[in-house]
């Protein structure tokens, strides 16, 4: 009998020969629960080490989890992963989206889809009633994402829900994105991968067959709950833009948190939320003085075309700083530099980039790759805009919280729900341009949920290194088992209500009313630390070399924070001793703090504190003993 929670099944297709093998969710939810965790343990399982990204054998995994389905708690969203080549090197990475595509594709029956192999000609999947089928796809190679889904839902159907890819993706463009339904975008490399397999879409009927919950009483309970402290409704989205946006509440999500969509010139709606909401905006301003959300168009460009925003944003600010330095011109790029912040300068430099053509050729291997080919000063400033060796733009940066240093470290990618995990704290604090720091959210709570979620009061005094090493591992262990159930990042934790501290059990009690498994607040960070360890064992199979390779970016530990730096936080402000104010302008990453930091994350993780390797006693704690014994036959074990 299907487990409570799950469709039951995880489909694979090869698409070189178009055999669909399907096996029980029930194999992998025991230990892993969804999403992130049983799309890395299905990597682990069907990608060997050695191979390459754009190889047959790589898989493109794509799960959702047990909340799926379950409306009322931001938990429709689902993940892909596979080996991708945005980094510095071909990587394990992965991603996270919204909206329809992964709760179809557990109404048909699959938690989990792997494609492998390469199919010979373009090519779509078509997934209805739990049957496949595959269709020629090369009428729609060539085609924007938006264009792929019009034509797509003409033939099937406005039910219908369509993964697909841009031409960036066809073309292999390292940070090529997936990308679904109305604006639902995934990074890390992972559009790439599907384009290099000919898959152009994934389309998926909405079909009836529904999930059961084990304690349906309770969940109704717990919705209501949940809705009730839903908070700060009284101030407005800071992704608004006045007379143009509107909120929008993802399918199944039944909470909300201000995401924004709005219309251009026809009904194709399309988002305005957090990093895509502010993406170019800086430099239409500059340019044109304007701020009525002209900007957007840099987003809908990327979405079209299917690239990463996070990977053009960075790459927008080095290049102005190289013009503006007199480091680069338009006879020498092919771009009108003068005019960063047009519709000119972002339609030309998305249009080279994605058909390689020029300059663009060297911009398609992405910023720093690029910056390396220009050489000089222009490949010196380079770090000042991007947070990761994989070119993504810079946000929550560690000299501000330094907490936030182990989270870039360890991760193949920029870790958003971490850094969120840190940075939503501090920024609350900070009052959101509500306030003076602290006005809106004083100290003494600050330390009341730091305690809780953070493990400790101290860890709210930015000033030392005291109790950050276990803050980092606090907010990795509760994310991972968040990105596997899959609950979404903008809603979870919430760590802050009207009357204090948030709930920290409150996804263990959904956990528990959606599959019956009673589990409580550790056992769910257990599994959620195990899942962080099975992705440590991917890394470091493929190569990651342990405690050398959890590095930064080395701008962090030479280069000052200077003021306006970050544009959330232009004077750096975080809670220092006693919880008074105090600037991180002018600091750097001590070299040796850092270091430090990594012996009592790694004497936390159970890992070995010279290698960064995991030790065989904590992977068999974390119930991981076949993982230990592959880990041990390649001497990545301690
Ligand atoms: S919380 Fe926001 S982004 Fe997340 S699922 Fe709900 S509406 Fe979508």
Redesign the pocket.
């Known amino acids: 009998m299907t487990e409570f929670g799950y469709a039951g099944n995880i489909l694979k297709i090869d698409l070189s020969n178009q055999d669909i093998i399907k096996s029980p969710t029930s194999d992998y939810s025991q230990r892993f629960i969804g999403g992130h965790g049983i799309a890395a343990k299905l990597y682990w399982d069907m990608v060997p080490p050695q191979t390459r990204a754009y190889d047959a054998e790589n898989s493109l995994i794509c799960a959702s989890g047990p909340v799926s389905g379950f409306p009322g708690f931001?938990?429709?969203?689902w993940k892909v992963c596979g080996k991708s080549i945005e980094g510095d090197r071909e990587s394990f990475n992965y991603c996270n989206l919204?909206?329809r595509w992964g709760a179809f594709l557990k109404f048909n029956g699959y938690d989990a889809l792997a494609v492998r192999g390469k199919a010979e000609k373009p090519t779509s999947v078509v997934i209805n009633n739990g049957n496949i089928e595959f269709k020629d796809a090369s009428s729609l190679w060539g085609k924007t994402t938006f264009e792929v889904i019009d034509t797509l839902k003409e033939e099937y159907g406005k039910n219908v829900s369509i993964l697909t890819i841009g031409p960036a993706a066809e073309r292999l463009i390292p940070y090529a994105t997936v990308f679904t339904d109305e604006g639902a975008s995934g990074s890390g490399g992972l559009g790439a991968v599907m384009g290099s397999k000919n898959l152009k879409a994934i389309i998926v009927s909405s079909n009836k067959h529904r999930p059961r919950a084990a304690h349906p009483d309770k969940l109704k309970e717990l919705a209501e709950k949940i809705r009730s402290i839903r908070p700060h409704t009284d101030i407005p989205s800071p992704w608004t833009i006045p007379g143009l946006t509107r909120e929008?509440?993802?399918y199944?999500?039944?909470?909300?948190?201000?995401?924004q969509i709005y219309n251009v010139d026809t009904d194709r709606r399309y988002k305005s939320?957090c990093q895509a909401s502010k993406f170019y905006a800086a430099s239409v301003l500059k340019y044109s003085g304007k701020s009525d959300g002209s900007h957007l168009l840099a987003t809908r460009l990327c979405d079209g075309y299917g690239i990463d925003t996070s990977i053009i944003h960075g790459m927008v600010e080095w290049i102005d700083a190289c013009h503006e330095a007199g480091l680069m011109t338009e006879a020498q790029t092919g771009l009108p530099v003068n005019k960063v912040g047009s519709p000119e300068f972002i339609n030309t430099l998305m249009s080279m980039i994605v058909n390689r053509e020029g300059f663009g050729e060297v911009l398609a291997r992405g910023t720093i790759a690029a910056a390396k080919e220009v050489g000089g000063e222009a490949e010196k400033i380079v770090h000042r805009y991007l947070s990761t060796r994989g070119s993504e733009t810079k946000d929550y940066d560690p000299r501000i919280m330094i907490a936030t240093s182990l989270l870039f470290a360890t991760e193949p990618r920029r870790p958003i729900q971490q850094l969120h995990g840190i940075a939503s704290l501090e920024l609350t604090w900070l009052g959101m341009g509500n306030g003076k720091p602290g006005d809106f959210f004083p100290i003494e709570r600050f330390r009341e949920v730091a305690k809780k979620f953070w493990g400790s009061a101290i860890s709210a005094d930015f000033s030392t290194l005291e109790g950050k090493a276990l803050a980092a591992k606090m907010v990795q262990d509760r994310a991972y088992a968040k990105e596997s159930l899959v609950l979404?990042?903008?809603?979870w934790p919430t760590m802050i209500t009207p009357d204090g501290p948030g709930d920290s059990t409150m996804e263990n009690q959904i956990y528990s009313a959606v599959t019956g498994k009673e589990t409580d607040e550790a056992e769910l960070n257990k599994i959620g630390e195990r899942i962080f360890n099975l992705q440590r064992a991917i890394l470091l199979r493929q190569g990651w070399d342990g405690r050398r390779d959890d590095r930064l970016l080395d701008y962090y530990h030479t280069d000052p924070l200077e003021k306006a730096e970050v544009f959330w936080n232009a004077d750096g402000l975080v809670p220092g001793k006693n919880g008074k104010a105090m600037s991180r302008v002018g600091k750097v990453i001590d070299r040796d703090d850092f270091e430090k930091l990594k012996d009592e994350y790694y004497e936390l993780r159970g890992w070995d504190a010279g290698t960064g390797l995991p030790t065989e006693s904590k992977l068999a704690e974390l119930g991981l003993e076949d993982i230990a014994l592959d880990l041990k036959g390649r001497g990545l074990l301690k």
């Open positions: 931001a938990g429709f969203r919204g909206e929008h509440v993802c199944g999500c039944g909470i909300g948190c201000g995401r939320l979404c990042d903008l809603r």
